[in-house]
C-alpha cells in the first residue's frame, strides 16, 4: 500500500528450481499489471510468457506462451524468452512484446519452434488474445534476441500546398545482433508495414528520452514540397 508499505498482494512469477526469472519491470494498464517471463542464462532455458494480473487482487487474469508447441517437431520446445517491459497502445488497448531465440541455442538445445521465437507480439490487452506478429529471425541459432523493450512512436507531416496532415503510428523493436524493425500498428494491432535498419552494435537496454514542452511558436512541421 503506498501509504503504509503494507504488502497488498504477491505472486511468485518465476521459479528457481526450473530457471524461469523476471528480467523485466512490469507494467500496468486499465487495472492491470503485466510482465514477461525469462530463463536464467539459457541454462536450462523455459517457455517465455507474457501473464496479466489483476492490479487489486493480482489474480491471474491471463497468461500467453511465446512457444507454439504445434510449431515444434518434438512438442516440448523451450525459449522465447520475454526478458524486456512491455509496451502499451492504451489508446487502443494493445500489449506489445517482443521475444528472445527459440530452443536451438539453449543449454541443453531443443528443436526450433516457428511461433514465436525472435518475435514482435501484438496482444489484446484486456484477454491476451494475440492480434498478430512479426516474425524477425527465422531458425535462430545464434543467440539473436531482442533484448529491449519495444517503442510506441508516431510520426506526422504536413503538407504544405493541401495543409493536409499525415500522421502514422509504429512500434520499434531492436535485437541483439543490431537490428532495428519498424512496424505500423493501428486499432487492430501490427498493420503489415516493415522498414529495417541495420547497424553494427547489437542493442539490449531500452532507450529513454525527455522531451521538452514546446510553445505553439517554436512547433516545427516536416514540409512536404508539391512534387
Known sequence: MRRTGALVW???LGDPTSGAELWSSPAFYNGMVYVGLASHDDAPCVIGLINAY???SGAAVWSFSTIDQS????GTCVGGAVWSSVAIDDSNGIVYAD??????SCKPPTKNATHYPDSVLALAADSGTLL???LAVKNDNVDNDFGSSPILHMTGETNQCTNHNIAASWVTAMNKFGGIFVLGRGNGGLTGT???IQRKVGFIAS???????MS???VRERIVPNT
Do not use: D, I, M, V
Open 71 to 74: 510449431t515444434c517437431p518434438s
Open 132 to 134: 498478430n506478429y512479426y
Open 207 to 213: 532507450p529513454a528520452f525527455w522531451r521538452k514542452p
Open 216 to 218: 505553439h511558436s517554436a
Open 194 to 196: 516493415l522498414h529495417k
Open 10 to 12: 504477491k505472486q511468485q
Open 99 to 104: 521475444t528472445g531465440n527459440p530452443g536451438s
Open 54 to 56: 489483476n492490479e487489486l
